[in-house]
């Protein structure tokens, strides 16, 4: 059982930056891919970034350059700091961990980043 908590999520003009945060509590084995993914209205949920246990990070190619994705393993958090934000940016954006030796998936609740022009 595990459960995932976003904060970070508000507001931001174009061009600007927002930085989300993930913490992870409960039943964790410590052997998963933390990450987020997004829905903007109308679309379909798109991974946004990913990271492994042991660092290696994917992000989707929007959005290379531009965000950076971070776990603090200690911490069970994972942190995603987004640099030039831009209005196709605006989504609601979940925390989601893969537990490997279960198979299991988590999702957080969300949190709404909206970008103005």
């Known amino acids: 059982q595990v459960q995932l908590v976003e904060s970070g999520g508000g507001l931001v003009q174009a061009g600007g930056s927002l930085r989300l945060s993930c913490a992870a509590s409960g039943s964790i084995s410590g052997l998963d891919v933390m990450g987020w993914y997004r829905q903007a209205p109308g679309k379909q949920r798109e991974l946004v970034a990913s990271?492994?246990?042991?660092?290696?990070?994917n992000y989707r190619d929007s959005v290379k350059g531009r965000f950076i994705i971070a776990r603090d393993n200690a911490k069970r958090t994972v942190d995603l700091q987004m640099n030039s934000l831009n209005p196709e940016d605006t989504a609601v954006y979940c925390c989601h961990l893969h537990d490997l030796p279960s198979d299991r998936h988590y999702w957080g609740k969300g949190a709404l980043v909206t970008v103005s022009s």
């Open positions: 990271m492994t246990l042991g660092g290696t990070a």
